[in-house]
């Protein structure tokens, strides 16, 4: 009889050996897994309501090399985004500070705030 490790097949009337938990965990991870759905409520053939569902579960590394790295650049999920944000707010504020101090300043649009402002 041939040996089933050397062949990679079992004998007939066996069950092929199951993975466990976590290495189907580690698989998934490895290639990544994309949920999708769609939630529709309709009455009486109008829309109401629309919700759009897309899962992907994958590592960090596994998502990087799909291009998906948003959590590095939210600073709500990152500190490093949240002190580049603030590093890029405050060198704006400066900036904007120096150009008011220097006279030059008028008339131009708020960094922050977005309104336009006047010293006159």
């Given at each position: ?118 010293d006159g």
């Open positions: 009889m041939i040996d089933p490790e050397l062949t990679g097949r079992t004998p007939l009337g066996t069950a092929p050996p199951t993975a466990n938990l976590a290495e189907i965990l580690e698989r998934v991870l490895d290639k990544g897994i994309v949920i999708a759905g769609d939630i529709k409520i309709d009455l009486l053939d109008i829309e109401l309501l629309t919700i759009r569902l897309r899962l992907f579960v994958a590592s960090v590394d596994t998502a990087r090399r799909a291009g998906i790295d948003w959590w590095e650049t939210d600073p709500a999920l990152s500190s490093r985004a949240a002190r580049d944000a603030l590093a890029e707010e405050n060198a704006q504020l400066r900036s904007r500070l120096e150009a008011l101090e220097s006279g030059n300043g008028a008339g131009e649009l708020s960094a922050v705030g977005g309104e336009e402002r006047s």
